[in-house]
């Protein structure tokens, strides 16, 4: 029973990582038929093709063998191909500049839309909001040799109103080694604790951890949290790239994780419930999303900067140079895949230990 149990987990994390690399095509599709550019294919999978229909505009639509992701063929995509004279106005390639541009950043786009749409339904299912209870006392902590204990409600700090956990964890915070005098709740009666904080990275510390109640959020709610959330995400991911590339965050800690390791990722989530999953479903969205607009070619980043040098020299990118970038960029995909494959054997990801 846990195998199958399992088997259907890891059926989830490809259906979940999927979505994402569809959502993200869908993009650039949706993009490309509005900007008027013909789409030649649009696939659900890779692999020998079982399934397949064209429609009246002559966009082939199917499935293939190996159900993972997706792809569009746009016509004029590539330069080296031959274009019918009659649908040169509709290549890509003769497109205006912010027409290709539409169609390079529709992916990204797209995967942040998901984002924002999976994070409402992870809000709409219940969150756990912390409440001013105590649940956890941490031995050796100020909490502990001071008299605090598990459900005392506490309600003030140096007699400012506390109403909340923020409130607890921003007023704490102010007062790093100092003596305070927190108030709490304790069997129906209002007790006075004096404590000296530790001082923890220039912060206050008292060393206690709150109760959690579950609450349901109104759909207005629902939408700005959703949109905060995925702004939040959005600006943390920018930041650890922008780490990394200055050398806060030392290269040994930015491991790459090949496609096993995501998907392993992904079962690992489904284990702990399909909220959880939802979430990081569009957490990973979003992480696709800008990812791709690294700007490395074949990469959506990559196309973008060539779109921009094309415009800005109003004429195409030699050949050989283009042929050249995209090689790099291959290069470097490949590495990075092939150093994620071999991570992934030798230390594969826990979620618990991150």
């Given at each position: 029973?846990?195998?199958?149990?399992?088997?259907?987990?890891?059926?989830?994390?490809?259906?979940?990582?999927?979505?994402?690399?569809?959502?993200?095509?869908?993009?650039?599709?949706?993009?490309?038929?509005?900007?008027?550019?013909?789409?030649?294919?649009?696939?659900?999978?890779?692999?020998?093709?079982?399934?397949?229909?064209?429609?009246?505009?002559?966009?082939?639509?199917?499935?293939s063998a190996i159900p993972v992701?997706?792809?569009?063929?746009?016509?004029?995509?590539?330069?080296?191909?031959?274009?019918?004279?009659?649908?040169?106005?509709?290549?890509y390639h003769n497109k205006p500049?912010?027409?290709?541009?539409?169609?390079?950043?529709?992916?990204?786009?797209?995967?942040?839309?998901?984002?924002?749409?999976?994070?409402?339904?992870?809000?709409?299912?219940?969150?756990?909001?912390?409440?001013?209870?105590?649940?956890?006392?941490?031995?050796?902590?100020?909490?502990?040799?001071?008299?605090?204990?598990?459900?005392?409600?506490?309600?003030?700090?140096?007699?400012?109103?506390?109403?909340?956990?923020?409130?607890?964890?921003?007023?704490?915070?102010?007062?790093?080694?100092?003596?305070?005098?927190?108030?709490?709740?304790?069997?129906?009666?209002?007790?006075?604790?004096?404590?000296?904080?530790?001082?923890?990275?220039?912060?206050?510390?008292?060393?206690?951890?709150?109760?959690?109640?579950?609450?349901?959020?109104?759909?207005?709610?629902?939408?700005?949290?959703?949109?905060?959330?995925?702004?939040?995400?959005?600006?943390?991911?920018?930041?650890?790239?922008?780490?990394?590339?200055?050398?806060?965050?030392?290269?040994?800690?930015?491991?790459?994780?090949?496609?096993?390791?995501?998907?392993?990722?992904?079962?690992?989530?489904?284990?702990?419930?399909?909220?959880?999953?939802?979430?990081?479903?569009?957490?990973?969205?979003?992480?696709?999303?800008?990812?791709?607009?690294?700007?490395?070619?074949?990469?959506?980043?990559?196309?973008?900067?060539?779109?921009?040098?094309?415009?800005?020299?109003?004429?195409?990118v030699p050949r050989k140079v283009?042929?050249?970038?995209?090689?790099?960029?291959?290069?470097?995909?490949?590495?990075?895949?092939?150093?994620?494959?071999?991570?992934?054997?030798?230390?594969?990801?826990?979620?618990?230990?991150?």
């Amino acid at each position: 029973m846990q195998s199958l149990i399992v088997i259907l987990q890891y059926i989830l994390a490809i259906i979940g990582l999927s979505l994402i690399v569809i959502v993200h095509e869908f993009g650039h599709f949706l993009m490309a038929k509005l900007s008027g550019i013909h789409v030649e294919e649009f696939f659900i999978g890779f692999g020998p093709k079982l399934f397949k229909f064209k429609d009246r505009r002559g966009t082939t639509y199917g499935i293939s063998a190996i159900p993972v992701g997706g792809y569009n063929k746009l016509l004029g995509m590539d330069r080296n191909e031959s274009i019918p004279p009659d649908m040169k106005d509709k290549s890509y390639h003769n497109k205006p500049f912010y027409k290709k541009l539409l169609v390079s950043i529709g992916g990204p786009v797209f995967n942040v839309i998901f984002a924002v749409i999976l994070i409402g339904i992870f809000l709409s299912m219940g969150v756990l909001v912390p409440t001013t209870i105590i649940d956890y006392v941490q031995p050796e902590a100020p909490a502990e040799k001071n008299g605090f204990e598990i459900g005392d409600e506490v309600v003030a700090l140096n007699d400012q109103k506390i109403e909340s956990w923020d409130d607890f964890s921003v007023l704490t915070k102010k007062y790093p080694g100092k003596e305070v005098t927190y108030t709490v709740i304790r069997n129906g009666e209002e007790i006075k604790l004096e404590v000296k904080l530790n001082n923890v990275e220039g912060q206050g510390y008292l060393g206690i951890s709150p109760s959690s109640v579950e609450e349901k959020l109104g759909f207005l709610e629902i939408v700005k949290e959703s949109f905060k959330m995925t702004w939040d995400i959005s600006i943390g991911y920018v930041k650890v790239i922008g780490m990394l590339f200055s050398g806060k965050i030392p290269l040994s800690e930015a491991r790459p994780v090949s496609p096993i390791g995501v998907v392993s990722i992904f079962q690992q989530y489904a284990s702990t419930g399909m909220q959880n999953f939802i979430f990081f479903v569009a957490f990973v969205s979003i992480l696709i999303g800008f990812s791709n607009l690294i700007p490395i070619l074949p990469l959506d980043g990559g196309n973008i900067v060539l779109i921009i040098i094309e415009a800005i020299r109003r004429k195409p990118v030699p050949r050989k140079v283009l042929e050249i970038f995209n090689f790099a960029g291959i290069f470097i995909l490949v590495s990075i895949l092939i150093i994620g494959i071999v991570f992934d054997i030798i230390k594969p990801f826990n979620i618990m230990n991150m």
